[in-house]
């Protein structure tokens, strides 16, 4: 009967597309195994790699690669190439499943999926190594693995789809990969334990290109390093390759707490002693960061970073944009240490102090600096820090460098924010949203979905994205359409966000879909 409706599903999108569409299992499915020698039919499908594998005569913009439901064993290589200049591949699971790629194998590749070519879509499933594994970099049986690395290709998009618990970083998105995208993206636990420190990031950016890089609405958390690093280490670099990236109304939290240090939810630098690789025309809106921060008594006097710009005084970073963020953190939330040219504007900031490097002062101008709207929550009233030189309060700051006009002060005990940070329509599921909450005295709080336009007596599921594999509520929206969310998840659980904090996935059924699925599938009935 299953494979009855998904024939009629593939009918009825070839009628109302026009598109090509192939189909993968998993090599040991039980009644429909992917194989090599498939042609990629329904009835006779690839296994994953081959189909990865097909050149742009067999498969081209508009086809879409459905992945049925199943672990996908291996390390996967795809060299899918659209060469329809407005048109996409996709790679997706089939509606109402979902595919797994496993990485646990003994493999020389350094990635679970890797990625080269240009214009393709890999949306909705799972990148992950599942069962027993080393973390630790001197045990023999070590082996490292990224999530994805997409090494090269321009315009291709990477949506909703759940990285995590990878031996690596979760993301590699390099720099010969311009005009992409990562979007709705849920990247956490990656990493491993090096000899020195926690390692494995959740997002790797560089760019090269004049386009510009999207990372947009990804859930980035508890990541044995940095969140997300915008950055490259190589100190000879002969080009500038880390530029023109957007980081727009992402979630980032946490980063490292499950190694007991925490780091930066995100940094934006190079370590270039040249100066020609200069991370610029770096634009970060609308994000939220925070670390662990039990805001009850005061501002813990230890180093939680949440954004840190800048790192070698060679290489200042310029032309960087920061608009809008919610940023905690603890002793050194911000850190502006080698920076050129910068806009900071309409930011709240919990914080020790708002550290700067003495070797950034002297960039400092009204014409290449603009700071003002900010709101600072901070432990003393001298809240901006010149690290080894002195600190000046809002008044001082502004009359000495014309920095932070309109921009208000206010003692850490004064902290607090709306209850509902954000709600955010998935972009490429209608029926999904993320909702990020706070509470300074962790009561449930009630969120009100009456501006969604969606209709009464629709169902609802929740998950806290910590436990993404459970359901933590599910209910039926009311007359008033307001949800009541619980916040005490942490049962003293140190790896774990406090119950100040908490990041939530609400699916809501669309129950007008399904009838229209019903009656399409009535109206195809005729051709069996």
């Known amino acids: 009967m299953k494979l009855i409706y998904t024939i009629i599903f593939v009918l009825i999108s070839f009628v109302l597309t026009g598109q090509n569409e192939f189909h993968v299992y998993p090599q040991n499915h039980k009644t429909t195994p992917g194989k090599p020698t498939g042609n990629g039919s329904i009835q006779n499908p690839w296994d994953l790699q081959t189909a990865l594998n097909q050149n742009s005569k067999v498969i081209n913009g508009g086809d879409v690669i459905?992945?049925?439901?199943?672990?996908?064993?291996?390390?996967?290589?795809?060299?899918?190439?659209?060469?329809?200049?407005?048109?996409?591949?996709?790679?997706?699971?089939?509606?109402?499943?979902?595919?797994?790629?496993?990485?646990?194998?003994?493999?020389?590749?350094?990635?679970?999926?890797?990625?080269?070519?240009?214009?393709?879509?890999?949306?909705?499933?799972?990148?992950?190594?599942?069962?027993?594994?080393?973390?630790?970099?001197?045990?023999?049986?070590?082996?490292?693995?990224?999530?994805?690395?997409?090494?090269?290709?321009?315009?291709?998009?990477?949506?909703?789809?759940?990285?995590?618990?990878?031996?690596?970083?979760?993301?590699?998105?390099?720099?010969?990969?311009?005009?992409?995208?990562?979007?709705?993206?849920?990247?956490?636990?990656?990493?491993?334990?090096?000899?020195?420190?926690?390692?494995?990031?959740?997002i790797y950016a560089q760019n090269s290109t004049e386009q510009n890089k999207l990372i947009k609405d990804n859930i980035i958390f508890n990541n044995y390093y940095k969140g997300i690093e915008v950055w490259s280490d190589n100190r000879n670099a002969k080009e500038q390759y880390v530029k023109n990236i957007i980081l727009e109304n992402n979630v980032i939290f946490n980063s490292a707490l499950i190694t007991g240090t925490p780091r930066d939810n995100l940094i934006i630098a190079t370590n270039d002693n040249n100066g020609i690789n200069i991370a610029k025309n770096i634009t970060v809106k609308d994000?939220?960061?925070?670390?662990?921060?039990?805001?009850?008594?005061?501002?813990?006097?230890?180093?939680?970073?949440?954004?840190?710009?800048g790192f070698n005084k060679n290489a200042p970073i310029e032309s960087i944009k920061v608009l809008n963020n919610i940023i905690i953190g603890r002793k050194d939330a911000i850190r502006i240490l080698d920076v050129k040219s910068l806009q900071f504007k309409n930011n709240c900031v919990y914080s020790g102090f708002v550290r700067f490097r003495e070797s950034t002062i002297k960039h400092i101008n009204q014409q290449n600096w603009k700071f003002s709207n900010n709101t600072y929550y901070t432990r003393r009233n001298t809240p901006i820090r010149i690290e080894g030189v002195r600190d000046y309060n809002i008044q001082e700051w502004n009359k000495k460098y014309g920095l932070d006009a309109q921009t208000t002060y206010k003692n850490f005990k004064e902290f607090n924010l709306n209850n509902v940070l954000d709600i955010s329509q998935n972009e490429y599921d209608e029926n999904k949203y993320r909702v990020v909450l706070f509470d300074k005295n962790e009561n449930d709080v009630i969120v009100d979905f009456s501006e969604y336009g969606i209709t009464k007596g629709t169902s609802f599921i929740i998950k806290d994205v910590e436990n993404y594999s459970e359901v933590l509520k599910s209910g039926i929206l009311g007359n008033d359409k307001k949800i009541v969310f619980p916040m005490k998840l942490n049962k003293n659980d140190t790896n774990k966000t406090l119950d100040n904090f908490g990041v939530f996935i609400v699916e809501f059924n669309n129950a007008e879909n399904s009838k229209k699925i019903g009656f399409l599938g009535k109206f195809f009935s005729w051709l069996f």
């Open 287 to 309: 994000n939220i960061f925070y670390h662990n921060t039990a805001l009850s008594k005061t501002i813990e006097n230890n180093n939680a970073p949440s954004l840190t710009l």
């Open 66 to 202: 459905w992945l049925h439901e199943g672990v996908y064993d291996g390390r996967f290589v795809s060299n899918l190439q659209s060469n329809i200049k407005h048109k996409h591949i996709t790679v997706s699971s089939f509606p109402n499943e979902w595919a797994i790629l496993n990485g646990n194998i003994n493999s020389k590749r350094t990635s679970v999926l890797t990625v080269s070519g240009s214009r393709v879509i890999y949306k909705s499933f799972e990148i992950t190594w599942l069962g027993d594994f080393s973390r630790k970099q001197t045990e023999l049986n070590f082996q490292k693995s990224d999530g994805i690395n997409h090494n090269s290709g321009i315009n291709c998009k990477f949506i909703n789809l759940i990285i995590h618990n990878n031996p690596g970083s979760g993301f590699g998105t390099w720099k010969q990969t311009g005009n992409s995208e990562i979007n709705g993206c849920l990247i956490f636990n990656n990493g491993y334990y090096s000899a020195k420190r926690g390692s494995g990031v959740g």
